[in-house]
């Protein structure tokens, strides 16, 4: 399995982005598909999950702000970020979790910076 990520970039204070994930090869034996970030000096953190069912699980600091969102059929996952703030500012990584043995698939990071 192999994870594709696109969509970072710089956004002002209170604007938004849409972030891309998507996976080829074994895609069904993708479960959960989620994101994560990391900010300099910081440890990598849950942002958002979602299971092939559609159920979503959101880290605290981005609830009411983050959607996630999954479209089976094209094997991606995205995720919507409104009301950005500089506290953002991270690398974001795309995982899959395999259903069964539970491996975690990594796609590489794409840089979201939230400045003025």
């Known amino acids: 399995v192999q994870l594709q990520a696109s969509g970072g970039g710089l956004v002002q204070p209170g604007g938004s982005l849409r972030l891309s994930c998507v996976a080829s090869g074994d895609i069904y034996s993708i479960n959960v598909m989620g994101w994560y970030r990391q900010a300099p000096g910081k440890q990598r953190e849950l942002v958002a999950d979602i299971t092939v069912g559609g159920s979503t699980n959101y880290g605290d600091s981005v609830k009411g702000r983050f959607t996630i969102s999954r479209d089976n059929p094209r094997s991606a996952v995205y995720l919507q970020m409104n009301n950005l703030e500089p506290e953002d500012t991270a690398v974001y990584y795309c995982?899959?979790?395999?259903?069964?043995?539970?491996?975690?698939?990594w796609g590489q990071g794409t840089q979201v910076t939230v400045s003025s």
């Open positions: 995982k899959g979790t395999h259903r069964v043995s539970r491996y975690e698939y």
